[in-house]
């Protein structure tokens, strides 16, 4: 088993892509801190993989519970290798010009709390325990970190700016944590939300049609359940195979970028909101 006695912390490790990682995890032999802000998520999780996890939670976006949640994983399994900085939010590729002024601001300042900063605290969090391991941080980017039409313009942003932390953080925490990246595709069974500033909590990514978009989107003509991605996360916490590897994010999305994600839209949303000139 490739991560035999590690221990690692998941942000959003209660459902979709998260979980996955938990559940490999586990099965390649380590030990797993799950950082989620759904109890309820989290007992599910505990009831199916036992005492080989735990549960805290919090909100990512406070510095206090991210330090708890390194706490109690410590106190729990003994020492931190691994810090998962996976929790995130979409926008549903909603538009700029379609956003009203006062809607925007908020729903800047929602996403970039929980996909940026979430992200920075968790690091800035785990690293006492990741410097004593010398361990790793992985962070979740998407292929809207390289290409346009993954998302909206709030939410490229905010996936680009991870790929530019994970780098920096890798210059910063150079030679004794390494961080790295993997940038998914479209994921069957993701349970990634909306933002509540856009009205769109209650809509989760798994209500989209994705083996449908994605057979037609992608180079290998088919989605990719969570589980497929899980792997990824295994080689870079894997001491043996990546000891080479900080500062890199991992394209792992199916090939997105070899076709193109969609068409633009040839400024027909600006004619109709402005009109011809």
């Known amino acids: 088993m490739k991560l035999q006695d590690q221990v690692a912390l998941v942000t959003g490790g209660g459902s979709g892509l998260g979980r996955a990682i938990v559940e490999r995890y586990v099965g390649e032999g380590a030990r797993v801190a799950i950082f989620d802000r759904s109890q309820e998520r989290i007992d599910e999780v505990v009831k199916e993989l036992g005492d080989r996890v ?3 939670v ?14 109690e994983c410590v106190r729990a399994f003994g020492k931190l290798d691994t810090l998962v900085g996976n929790a995130g939010v979409w926008d549903w590729s909603k538009s700029l ?3 009203e ?21 968790a690091a800035k969090a785990a690293l006492p325990e990741l410097y ?11 292929n809207a970190s390289f290409y346009p039409g993954g998302g909206g313009v709030i939410y ?11 780098k920096q953080m890798a210059h910063e925490f150079a030679p004794h944590v390494r961080v790295n990246g993997v940038a998914p595709g479209g994921i069957v069974g993701s349970n990634l939300a ?3 500033a856009l009205g769109q909590a209650g809509h989760k990514f798994s209500e989209l049609p994705l083996n449908d978009l994605m057979k037609q989107m992608l180079p ?9 991605y899980a792997g990824a996360y295994v080689f870079f916490a894997d001491r043996r195979d990546n000891q080479p590897a900080t500062g890199s994010v991992l394209n792992f999305d199916g090939g997105i970028g070899m076709r193109g994600f969609t068409s633009p839209n040839m400024g027909g949303e600006l004619v109709e909101a402005f009109g011809s000139v």
């Open 54 to 56: 735990i549960g805290i």
């Open 58 to 71: 919090g909100d990512v976006r406070e510095m206090d519970d991210n330090r708890r949640a390194v706490a």
């Open 97 to 99: 010009v379609s956003t």
């Open 101 to 121: 002024d006062d809607a925007l601001v908020a729903a800047f300042d929602e996403m970039f709390a929980i996909n940026v900063k979430g992200y920075v605290l």
């Open 132 to 142: 004593k391991s010398r361990g790793q941080m992985i962070f979740t980017a998407s």
């Open 156 to 166: 490229t942003a905010t996936k680009h700016a991870v790929v530019g932390m994970i």
């Open 194 to 196: 909306g933002i509540g």
């Open 220 to 228: 290998l003509e088919r989605a990719f359940h969570a589980r497929e």
